[in-house]
Every structure is written in C-alpha cells, then in structure tokens.
C-alpha cells in the first residue's frame, strides 16, 4: 500500500509542478508582451524588467496551481485506465475510494501550504510587483477616495468630499457629534489633516445644540482627539486588502465593520476569497479523483473535458456568490464555502448517475 500511495503521489506532483511552471511562465510572457510599447519606448533596463517578471511569478504560480494540479490528477488517472493499470490495483482489492484517498490527502495537504504561502511569501511580493509596475509603467494606483461618509465607535459621523491619500488630508469635511441618537454638535471645516494619530480641522464653523438653543462658534484649528477613524477607513473603497497580512486584515475589518458596513461586506468577501483561493486546489483534485475514468476509448480527452466542465461549474458559482456577497444578500463566510459544497455535489450526483446508467 505504501509503495502505491507514493507512485501515486510522485506521479501527481512530477505532472503538477511541471504544469505549473508551463502555465505561469505563459502567463509572465503574455504581461509582458502587452506591456512592450512601454518597455520599448520607456528606455526601462533590462535589470528593471527582468525583476518585474521575477517578482510576478508568484501569484501567476498560486492563479495556475489549480487547473495544474487538476490536469495532473486527471492525466495520471486516465493513464491508469488506459494502460489497464486501474483494473489491476481494484484486482488486488483496492477500491476506488482507497485510490482516491492519497490523492485527496495530498490536495488537502497542498491547499494548506499554499494558504501559509500566500500569506507569508506571495502576498508581499505581489505588493513589490505593483508597486514596481507603477513605477516603470506609470500603472495607475490612485487610492483617493471621494465623497465618504463614515461613522465611529464614539458617536462621530463623518462626510467629507475627498480624502487624499499621499497628504492624510480629508476635504470639506461635516462632523457630526450624536449622543443617545441625538445630534449634539455639528462641525464644518476645509479640510482636516491627520497628524500624529489625531485628526486637526481647520477653518471650523461649530455648531453645538442645547436646551437653549443652536450656538455658533468659529476657529482656525480644533482638534478632535476622540475621533477614532485612522485614514486608512478613508481610502476603504481603494485599498487593497488582499494583500495584507492576516492580522492586518482583521484588525482593519474589525473596525471597518463599524464604521462602514456595506464597505466592510466587500472588503471582508474579497478578502475571504483570496485567502482562500488555494482550497480550488483541494477542490479540483478531490472532483478529479473521484471521477469514474469509465470510458472505453480517449480516457484521457474525455476525462479532461469532464473534469474542465466541473471546474467551470467551481468557477463560475465562486462568482456568482462572490457577487451575491458583494451586494449583501449572503454572508462573506458562505461565499467560500457554498461553491467548495456545491462542486463536490454535483460531482457526486454526476457519479452516481454515472452508476446507475
């Protein structure tokens, strides 16, 4: 058993890593063909170049690990079958699901590994590829934020008409101070600046409600040092949390929930889904091991195009729950899970089905 668990194994990765490398170097080939007239008329060095194609490889390797490992897994099955290797192993009694079980160890295993990778090593340098792209190509990457309303845990309400990001400066900004659900001060300036871990208004207007009345005071500086909005909550719609760090990135979600909820349903669904995109390796490989590979003549064409249809199916419903999400009709978690769930059902109704006919 053993020795055939690691044939298996090896065989799966030979293919797997070998796929990989093809495809992600496919991919390193087409960005960069469609970024020759830059490359030719900006004068950019060879040494420029060569680190921007270096430092994208890692996310074209964790895009392709998928598909790869899904093809890997599917040629090496229908190889089985078509040698009449397959016949042999359930011969000497093992049956399908005791095949199937390495491969799912080593899917499970791999999804694991590319989840501490992705967190670790390929998210930071997808951020040094960016930013390096921006530089040699003048990539855009402006993260100003326009006409933001935002709300503390302190009874702040906060519009402003623009937030610029290289300054830390909010434009036009009306505060609004509201205690047990009423409105007691209203704050109107030019602009705030956040300096320090506190945010200082200039030109302010202030109005503060009481008993007696509406008082109206005026200011060249106030200082709001119970506001507790950072500028990163500012540039919410821009930012790019897909690349933090998991700390980060709930620390950031934590508060965004707060402060604003719609932003918090998309950042926190897209956050979700890329940290655990690798489970689309788990996925595919789990969909192709269980596949029947009953086909009498072109195992292998047949059984790619079978196992391509289930990760259309995978794909397709990520989407379709990822949109769902971004507009709040599901849960961000559910948007992860439902389409790993509904792959593998109807992978399993497809061989049942399979079965009985």
Not at 52 to 67: D, G, I, R
Not at 203 to 232: A, Q, R, W
Not at 278 to 291: G, R
Request: with cysteine.
């Amino acid at each position: 058993m053993k020795i055939l668990d690691k044939y298996i194994i090896k065989s799966i990765l030979k293919v797997g890593v070998v796929a990989i490398l093809v495809f992600a170097l496919i991919l390193v080939a087409v960005e960069l063909f469609g970024r020759m007239d830059s490359i030719m008329t900006g004068s950019i060095p060879f040494s420029s170049i060569l680190e921007y194609a270096l430092l994208s490889v890692p996310q074209y390797l964790m895009m392709v690990s998928s598909l790869a490992f899904l093809f890997a897994t599917t040629y090496f099955l229908s190889m089985l079958s078509a040698n009449n290797e397959r016949i042999a192993i359930l011969n000497a009694g093992m049956g399908k699901m005791r095949l199937a079980l390495p491969i799912i160890i080593l899917a499970l295993v791999i999804s694991i590994f590319a989840i501490g990778a992705k967190e670790k090593v390929i998210n930071p340098l997808i951020a040094k590829h960016d930013a390096l792209g921006q530089e040699l190509f003048g990539l855009s990457s402006s993260s100003d934020s326009r006409n933001i309303v935002l709300k503390d845990d302190n009874g702040y309400l906060v519009y402003t008409r623009r937030f610029i990001v290289s300054e830390q400066v909010i434009l036009d900004p009306v505060i609004v101070k509201t205690e047990n659900g009423e409105i007691k001060t209203r704050i109107e300036g030019s602009e705030g600046v956040y300096n320090d871990g506190v945010w200082e208004i200039k030109n302010v207007k202030c109005y503060t409600m009481s008993e007696d009345g509406v008082t109206i005071s005026e200011s060249s500086l106030l200082t709001l040092s119970d506001l507790n909005l950072e500028p990163e909550f500012f540039q919410s719609e821009n930012l790019n949390v897909e690349t933090m760090s998991f700390k980060t990135a709930s620390t950031y979600l934590k508060k965004l929930k707060t402060t604003s909820p719609h932003a918090w349903q998309e950042k926190c669904t897209d956050w979700l889904r890329s940290l655990f995109s690798p489970l689309a390796i788990f996925v595919l490989m789990t969909v192709s091991a269980t596949m029947s590979y009953s086909m009498k003549k072109n195992v292998l064409l047949f059984s790619i195009i079978q196992s391509l249809c289930i990760a259309v199916v995978y794909y397709v419903c990520d989407m379709v729950f990822s949109i769902a999400s971004h507009q709040g009709t599901i849960h961000p978690v559910m948007a992860v899970i439902l389409p790993v769930v509904i792959t593998i059902g109807i992978n399993f109704i497809i061989d049942r089905l399979g079965r009985i006919i």
